[in-house]
């Protein structure tokens, strides 16, 4: 059972554009949501995370949006870059447990 | 270097070769995971250890063999693989506790070509 679902599957943004990359969660019991950013070759790193005690997390050009009634957040990267070019992971996990269970993968190709 | 280092980066065997993955984690961590990673798939995971006691093993064939001696190495023993495990095997580590979680750290990697 995918307890993580993430959209879409790949994305194509020109450079300067706005990049949205969306996940629903179903266990409510989860209270850390982490975004990983994966280049071809390496293994994923975390990005940028967020607890549900806040509705947005900025650090840079990147914001996370977390909807607790709708059991949902997003990864915003504003003025996306070709650099962005990467694989992104959404994922959850409890507090209590360090068990992480990842989002399906968005591919993100920005053009220059 | 993210504190997790896999050796080696890349490796080609035949389906009746015996080898072994290695994973080590200067970080302290406590907990250490293989996944496995296949074009255009999801991440899956393959085995946790915690405090170096394997905690859960997700139906994975038994060619795939884990070691895990201390808290910093992890090891993934193959032997008589098939075509379709060539992937990439990522190890990663986490502080297991019931403090706030920080989440893994990735290694970047073996990529297994099986021939």
């Known amino acids: 059972q995918q307890q993580v679902k993430q959209s879409p599957q790949s994305l194509i943004v020109q450079k300067g554009g706005i990049s949205i990359i969306n996940c629903a969660y179903e266990n409510t019991a989860f209270d850390y949501f982490p975004w990983y950013q994966q280049f071809p070759g390496k293994g994923p790193a975390l990005l940028i995370a967020?607890?549900?005690?806040?509705s947005e997390k900025k650090e840079g050009r990147f914001t996370i949006s977390f909807n607790k009634s709708a059991k949902q957040f997003s990864l915003h990267i504003m003025d996306s870059q070709p650099g962005d070019s990467a694989t992104y992971f959404c994922?959850?996990?409890?507090?209590?447990?360090?068990?992480?269970?990842f989002g399906e993968g968005t591919q993100l190709t920005v053009n220059p | 270097e993210t504190g997790v280092t896999q050796t080696p980066r890349h490796l080609v065997m035949g389906m009746t070769n015996k080898k072994s993955l290695k994973c080590e984690q200067h970080?302290?961590?406590?907990?250490m995971y293989w996944y496995k990673q296949s074009a255009k798939k999801p991440l899956e995971l393959m085995f946790v250890?915690?405090?170096?006691?394997?905690?859960e093993n997700n139906s994975v064939p038994s060619r795939f063999s884990p070691e895990c001696p201390n808290s910093s190495h992890l090891f993934l023993h193959l032997h008589t693989l098939q075509p379709e495990d060539s992937a990439l095997y990522l190890c990663?580590?986490?502080?297991?506790?019931?403090?706030?979680?920080?989440?893994?750290?990735f290694g970047s990697g073996t990529r297994l070509t099986v021939v």
């Open positions: 967020i607890r549900p005690d806040v």
């Open positions: 250890y915690s405090l170096e006691e394997r905690v």
């Open positions: 970080l302290g961590h406590n907990a």
């Open positions: 990663a580590s986490s502080q297991h506790s019931a403090k706030p979680n920080y989440g893994y750290t």
């Open positions: 994922a959850a996990s409890k507090t209590s447990g360090s068990r992480l269970t």
